[in-house]
Protein backbone atom coordinates (compact mmCIF):
# COMPACT_ATOMS: atom_id res chain seq x y z
CA UNK A 1 0.00 0.00 0.00
CA UNK A 2 1.49 3.49 -1.09
CA UNK A 3 2.08 5.71 2.22
CA UNK A 4 -0.13 8.27 1.09
CA UNK A 5 -3.33 5.86 1.29
CA UNK A 6 -2.11 3.96 4.16
CA UNK A 7 -1.81 7.34 5.86
CA UNK A 8 -5.70 8.01 4.40
CA UNK A 9 -6.86 4.69 5.78
CA UNK A 10 -5.59 5.24 8.46
CA UNK A 11 -7.13 8.61 9.23
CA UNK A 12 -10.57 7.03 8.77
CA UNK A 13 -10.31 3.97 11.22
CA UNK A 14 -9.32 6.44 13.93
CA UNK A 15 -12.94 7.54 13.92
CA UNK A 16 -14.32 4.10 14.69
CA UNK A 17 -13.91 5.30 18.57
CA UNK A 18 -16.56 8.49 17.99
CA UNK A 19 -18.86 6.41 15.23
CA UNK A 20 -19.13 3.34 17.52
CA UNK A 21 -20.46 5.82 20.25
CA UNK A 22 -23.52 6.54 18.22
CA UNK A 23 -23.87 2.53 17.45
CA UNK A 24 -22.32 2.07 14.15
CA UNK A 25 -20.08 -1.35 13.91
CA UNK A 26 -16.90 -1.35 11.99
CA UNK A 27 -16.80 -2.83 8.35
CA UNK A 28 -14.36 -3.61 5.72
CA UNK A 29 -11.08 -2.92 7.39
CA UNK A 30 -12.19 0.26 9.35
CA UNK A 31 -13.94 2.07 6.12
CA UNK A 32 -17.23 0.98 6.28
CA UNK A 33 -19.39 1.53 9.27
CA UNK A 34 -22.68 0.18 10.15
CA UNK A 35 -25.88 0.84 12.41
CA UNK A 36 -29.29 -1.07 11.99
CA UNK A 37 -31.52 1.04 13.24
CA UNK A 38 -34.39 -1.07 13.44
CA UNK A 39 -35.52 -4.29 12.22
CA UNK A 40 -36.09 -2.84 8.70
CA UNK A 41 -33.92 0.02 8.32
CA UNK A 42 -29.36 -0.32 7.90
CA UNK A 43 -27.76 3.27 7.68
CA UNK A 44 -24.22 3.03 6.21
CA UNK A 45 -20.88 5.80 6.32
CA UNK A 46 -18.14 4.13 3.89
CA UNK A 47 -15.13 6.03 3.34
CA UNK A 48 -13.41 5.75 -0.15
CA UNK A 49 -10.11 6.50 -0.97
CA UNK A 50 -9.45 7.74 -4.60
CA UNK A 51 -6.32 7.08 -6.93
CA UNK A 52 -5.18 10.31 -6.03
CA UNK A 53 -5.81 9.30 -2.21
CA UNK A 54 -8.63 11.56 -1.45
CA UNK A 55 -11.48 10.51 1.25
CA UNK A 56 -14.52 10.74 -0.01
CA UNK A 57 -17.28 10.10 2.57
CA UNK A 58 -20.72 7.87 0.72
CA UNK A 59 -23.91 7.40 3.01
CA UNK A 60 -26.36 5.37 2.44
CA UNK A 61 -30.29 3.85 3.97
CA UNK A 62 -31.62 0.41 3.01
CA UNK A 63 -34.41 -0.77 3.93
CA UNK A 64 -35.56 -4.64 4.22
CA UNK A 65 -39.31 -3.64 3.30
CA UNK A 66 -38.18 -1.58 0.31
CA UNK A 67 -36.16 -4.76 -0.98
CA UNK A 68 -38.92 -7.12 -0.66
CA UNK A 69 -41.45 -4.84 -2.37
CA UNK A 70 -38.76 -4.79 -5.41
CA UNK A 71 -38.43 -8.37 -5.18
CA UNK A 72 -42.03 -9.01 -5.16
CA UNK A 73 -42.92 -6.82 -8.03
CA UNK A 74 -40.29 -6.32 -9.70
CA UNK A 75 -37.51 -9.72 -9.18
CA UNK A 76 -34.86 -6.77 -8.13
CA UNK A 77 -32.61 -6.91 -4.99
CA UNK A 78 -32.34 -3.36 -4.01
CA UNK A 79 -33.47 -1.98 -1.03
CA UNK A 80 -31.65 1.08 -1.38
CA UNK A 81 -33.76 4.06 0.25
CA UNK A 82 -30.97 6.93 -0.33
CA UNK A 83 -27.58 7.40 -1.41
CA UNK A 84 -25.51 10.37 -1.09
CA UNK A 85 -22.25 11.50 -0.92
CA UNK A 86 -21.56 13.89 2.23
CA UNK A 87 -21.53 17.06 0.49
CA UNK A 88 -24.89 16.72 -0.99
CA UNK A 89 -26.27 16.56 2.58
CA UNK A 90 -24.88 19.76 3.48
CA UNK A 91 -26.13 23.65 2.87
CA UNK A 92 -22.95 23.43 0.64
CA UNK A 93 -24.33 21.22 -1.93
CA UNK A 94 -21.26 20.00 -3.38
CA UNK A 95 -18.62 16.97 -4.09
CA UNK A 96 -16.99 17.02 -1.26
CA UNK A 97 -13.02 15.29 -0.70
CA UNK A 98 -10.14 16.08 1.32
CA UNK A 99 -6.51 15.38 0.83
CA UNK A 100 -4.54 15.19 3.63
CA UNK A 101 -1.47 13.36 1.54
CA UNK A 102 0.71 12.11 4.61
CA UNK A 103 0.46 16.19 6.69
CA UNK A 104 -0.42 15.46 10.58
CA UNK A 105 -2.55 19.12 10.30
CA UNK A 106 -4.52 17.57 7.55
CA UNK A 107 -5.16 15.00 8.77
CA UNK A 108 -6.46 16.53 11.84
CA UNK A 109 -8.61 18.71 10.31
CA UNK A 110 -10.29 16.14 8.31
CA UNK A 111 -11.19 14.43 11.29
CA UNK A 112 -12.40 17.51 12.58
CA UNK A 113 -14.72 18.77 9.45
CA UNK A 114 -16.40 15.36 9.83
CA UNK A 115 -16.92 14.93 13.07
CA UNK A 116 -18.89 18.28 12.90
CA UNK A 117 -20.90 16.96 10.05
CA UNK A 118 -21.57 14.13 11.29
CA UNK A 119 -23.52 15.75 14.14
CA UNK A 120 -24.74 18.38 11.94
CA UNK A 121 -25.75 16.94 9.20
CA UNK A 122 -25.45 13.31 8.98
CA UNK A 123 -27.07 11.95 12.37
CA UNK A 124 -29.93 14.28 12.10
CA UNK A 125 -30.81 12.63 8.89
CA UNK A 126 -30.50 9.72 9.78
CA UNK A 127 -32.83 10.53 12.80
CA UNK A 128 -35.63 11.03 10.48
CA UNK A 129 -35.76 7.88 9.66
CA UNK A 130 -37.20 6.65 12.77
CA UNK A 131 -40.53 8.14 12.11
CA UNK A 132 -40.71 6.71 8.61
CA UNK A 133 -44.34 7.96 7.84
CA UNK A 134 -43.47 11.60 8.73
CA UNK A 135 -40.24 11.10 6.32
CA UNK A 136 -42.76 10.00 3.56
CA UNK A 137 -45.17 12.99 4.21
CA UNK A 138 -42.22 15.25 4.20
CA UNK A 139 -40.70 13.55 0.43
CA UNK A 140 -43.93 13.83 -0.86
CA UNK A 141 -44.69 17.65 0.22
CA UNK A 142 -40.77 18.54 -0.59
CA UNK A 143 -41.08 17.55 -4.04
CA UNK A 144 -38.93 13.64 -3.38
CA UNK A 145 -36.31 15.75 -1.98
CA UNK A 146 -34.67 13.87 1.07
CA UNK A 147 -33.40 17.47 2.78
CA UNK A 148 -34.15 21.08 2.49
CA UNK A 149 -30.66 21.57 1.01
CA UNK A 150 -31.87 19.06 -2.43
CA UNK A 151 -32.15 21.91 -5.06
CA UNK A 152 -32.16 19.63 -7.66
CA UNK A 153 -33.40 16.34 -7.18
CA UNK A 154 -32.07 13.68 -9.48
CA UNK A 155 -34.05 10.50 -8.78
CA UNK A 156 -37.85 9.69 -8.02
CA UNK A 157 -37.74 8.37 -4.65
CA UNK A 158 -41.01 6.27 -5.64
CA UNK A 159 -39.63 2.95 -3.85
CA UNK A 160 -39.62 4.40 -0.78
CA UNK A 161 -43.57 5.89 -0.89
CA UNK A 162 -44.89 2.80 -2.59
CA UNK A 163 -43.27 0.33 -0.63
CA UNK A 164 -44.63 1.99 2.52
CA UNK A 165 -47.55 3.69 1.47
CA UNK A 166 -50.82 4.06 -0.93
CA UNK A 167 -51.12 4.81 -5.02
CA UNK A 168 -52.72 7.45 -3.85
CA UNK A 169 -49.71 8.61 -2.44
CA UNK A 170 -47.18 8.17 -5.08
CA UNK A 171 -49.50 9.88 -7.13
CA UNK A 172 -48.90 12.72 -4.81
CA UNK A 173 -45.32 12.53 -5.03
CA UNK A 174 -44.87 11.95 -8.74
CA UNK A 175 -47.20 15.04 -9.57
CA UNK A 176 -44.90 17.01 -6.99
CA UNK A 177 -42.05 15.98 -8.66
CA UNK A 178 -42.76 16.44 -12.15
CA UNK A 179 -43.75 20.24 -11.63
CA UNK A 180 -39.97 20.97 -9.86
CA UNK A 181 -38.48 19.38 -12.80
CA UNK A 182 -40.02 19.62 -16.16
CA UNK A 183 -37.21 18.37 -17.95
CA UNK A 184 -37.73 15.10 -16.92
CA UNK A 185 -42.05 15.24 -17.98
CA UNK A 186 -40.14 16.68 -21.28
CA UNK A 187 -38.30 12.60 -21.21
CA UNK A 188 -41.04 10.84 -20.48
CA UNK A 189 -43.30 12.22 -23.47
CA UNK A 190 -40.20 12.33 -25.61
CA UNK A 191 -40.01 8.72 -24.74
CA UNK A 192 -43.55 8.04 -24.77
CA UNK A 193 -43.27 6.22 -21.08
CA UNK A 194 -46.95 7.11 -20.50
CA UNK A 195 -48.12 5.76 -23.53
CA UNK A 196 -46.41 2.37 -22.46
CA UNK A 197 -48.29 -0.72 -21.14
CA UNK A 198 -44.65 -2.84 -21.17
CA UNK A 199 -41.65 -1.93 -20.02
CA UNK A 200 -38.38 -2.96 -19.77
CA UNK A 201 -37.10 -2.32 -16.31
CA UNK A 202 -33.25 -3.80 -17.39
CA UNK A 203 -32.80 -0.50 -19.95
CA UNK A 204 -32.71 3.03 -18.82
CA UNK A 205 -34.01 5.65 -21.68
CA UNK A 206 -33.00 8.23 -19.52
CA UNK A 207 -31.21 8.74 -15.93
CA UNK A 208 -33.89 7.82 -13.51
CA UNK A 209 -36.62 6.35 -16.19
CA UNK A 210 -36.56 2.73 -14.36
CA UNK A 211 -38.32 4.80 -11.25
CA UNK A 212 -41.12 6.38 -13.73
CA UNK A 213 -41.27 3.09 -14.78
CA UNK A 214 -42.17 1.27 -12.08
CA UNK A 215 -44.39 4.03 -11.14
CA UNK A 216 -46.20 3.30 -14.31
CA UNK A 217 -46.00 -0.19 -13.32
CA UNK A 218 -47.70 0.06 -10.23
CA UNK A 219 -50.88 2.27 -11.50
CA UNK A 220 -49.49 5.60 -11.20
CA UNK A 221 -50.35 8.15 -14.02
CA UNK A 222 -46.73 9.85 -15.84
CA UNK A 223 -48.62 12.01 -17.57
CA UNK A 224 -51.01 14.53 -15.52
CA UNK A 225 -48.84 17.55 -15.48
CA UNK A 226 -50.03 20.24 -17.95
Given at each position: MRPEKEFAVTACKELEEKLSMYGFKTLSKGLL????????????????????????VHISVTSEIVKQWNKDNFEDES????????????????????????????????????????????????????????????????????????????????????SYKTVEDGQRLLNNFLKGNVTYLKQIRKHKLHEMIEFNFTYSEFFGAIEFKKASKKGLTLNEIS
Open positions: FKRKLNRDIIQEIAFQITSHFDIIGIMVTKQLGYLTPFQNWKTWNIMKSEIAKKQFKEEFLYQIEEYILPFFEKFNNINLLIEELIENNGSWTNYDKKVQVLPIETVL
